[in-house]
């Protein structure tokens, strides 16, 4: 016999996905106990709690720089002039120099793996910005001459960085240089 009836149950079941909704319009997430930044229809974001686990930690320090494919380029990319080039999300092996950017090209490289045979990033009295990105060079990660400014920031570079004369390298925080 049925202590319950259909309706008290369907009463007694909607109370609780209620008070289930105000929690979390309150801030709290039921899954994680951390805090409601933002949501909408079809996501949600979270803020961790603090007792978070030592993997979530780690699988932040190991995010890819990029997921794109790889290419592979024969010829340098080059940048003369009073121009802005933009290099996003790209993964690109070059045989021989990668880039070279003169004469007050402005170059920014994001997200973005870049691997030369050669120099990966050659600057001649231009500005390079590389943030986010991985850039390997056999014969120099970096050569920077003629007044060219180079500004790196959380990104790893594998190979020489070297500067000739009046350039500068400015390392703004959070890089690794091998």
Known sequence: MNVFSGRAMTAVAGLG????LV???AGQSAATGGRVIAKGPGYSIVAAS???SPQ???SAAETKVTDAPLETLREPIVCRGERVLEIDNRNIRFDGNALTAEDGC???II???ISASGIA???RGATVHIENS???GREAAIVASEGAEVYAETSTFNGAARRIGRALIHDLGDNEWH
Do not use: F, T, Y
């Open 50 to 52: 603090p007792a978070a």
């Open 111 to 113: 997200n973005s793996r």
């Open 23 to 25: 929690s979390l319009a």
């Open 56 to 58: 979530a930690a780690s």
């Open 134 to 136: 991985d850039i390997e």
């Open 106 to 108: 402005e170059v920014h």
């Open 17 to 20: 996905l209620a008070l289930g």
């Open 121 to 123: 990033i050659l600057a």
